[in-house]
């Protein structure tokens, strides 16, 4: 089984900053990418941003130029630094992990969700 868990939520005034913190552990042998998805409420989830195990990232473009991504493969760990934050980035966020089991298949799995709300 894996286990992927975020932290690093909260309240914060537009244009301040938070970051994002994911782990992953359990029954993994290899992770091919890891990325952070959002959904606001009534709208679907959406992609925000994710890294490769080379470093290679893809950014939505609504969050180009203040998110970064950032991945620790030997601890299985990525991270989300997310800058001059906007009321329209409130949302729950989630982490994503592409994993390749011990058992040698490929899985998805998603962790429970940390609430980011943007205050004007």
């Known amino acids: 089984q894996v286990q992927v868990v975020e932290s690093g939520g909260g309240l914060v005034q537009a244009g301040g900053s938070l970051r994002l913190s994911c782990a992953a552990s359990?029954?993994?042998?290899?992770?091919?990418?890891m990325g952070w998805y959002r959904q606001a409420p009534g709208k679907q989830r959406e992609l925000v941003a994710t890294?490769?195990?080379?470093?290679?990232?893809n950014y939505t473009d609504a969050v180009k130029g203040r998110f970064t991504i950032s991945r620790d493969n030997a601890k299985n760990t990525v991270h989300l630094q997310m800058n001059s934050l906007k009321p329209e980035d409130t949302a729950v966020y989630y982490c994503?992990?592409?994993?390749?089991?011990?058992?040698?298949?490929?899985?998805?799995?998603w962790g429970q969700g940390t609430q980011v709300t943007v205050s004007s």
């Open positions: 994503y992990a592409r994993v390749l089991t011990n058992m040698r298949a490929y899985r998805g799995y």
């Open positions: 890294v490769t195990s080379g470093g290679s990232t």
């Open positions: 359990g029954s993994i042998f290899s992770i091919n990418a």
